[in-house]
């Protein structure tokens, strides 16, 4: 096992630092929480009750029930966050391991690769001795994380900080503290979705070129040159259309559909205007 305890460290202070900004985002996952339907596992079968998680909650009553769960959250206080952790979902997986998955594992990952830049920018002697134990260059960090191993002690330090702030607190009262954060992390969601590209869309073929695309497709086939042709081509594709019986007026629409390199569409309208 390679001596990085000092990287170790300086994960666990990073934590430390960010707490406020973790306990904010286990808030803010919660949000929702108390509208969907409450679960319980009786004698092995996942029912519903037939009210919701904050129905419960509200009302003092546990949302978690004997036969699922974890042993560590077994005494939290009835429709605690803590309780809620503890309560199977829909599917029959107890929402502590969803909050650990969604929640605690990015927010570790994202804590130890800021130890990391840390660590690079101010340990520049001791950081290059690391990457040298483990076999790294440096330039993916969370593959350094990875090979460092700091992730799994961390997250249990993260564990029972969020539960430390928040175990016994009300879960209304955590979701109602979380809505904020909840409404900003929804819009950078959409803003995310909106700035990625959309695929490029084919050509619409001219209904009314269709006979005349098929004519030159076909011509390409058989008698044309490498595709996709090049503007040195363009001569000669232009002589391959018109001997197809493609009217010059049809050669603009023809164009788009078939297998041209850039600027060769542009090199046989040029030709076509020059009354080759």
Known sequence: MFDVDWMGLLCRAVLRERTAALIAEACAWTVGLSDRPHHLRRRGRLVETGGTMGDRAATGQMLSGDEDGRLDLGDARPGSFADALNAVGPDGVVYADRFDREVVEPFVLATCVQAAERARDTRPGPWAELLDDLGEDGTDLPAVVAAGEWEVPLRIDAEHLVLAALGEVPLLQVEAEG??????????????????????????????????????????AADGPAEPVGPADADRLLTLLLAEDIEPDEVAAVLPHLPLAPGTAEAVLRLLAAGR
């Open 179 to 220: 809505l904020p954060l909840s409404l900003v992390r929804r819009a950078e969601a959409l803003t995310r979705e909106a700035a990625v590209p959309a695929p490029p869309a084919s050509p619409v073929e001219d209904p009314a070129a269709s006979g005349a695309v098929f004519l030159a497709r076909a011509a390409l």
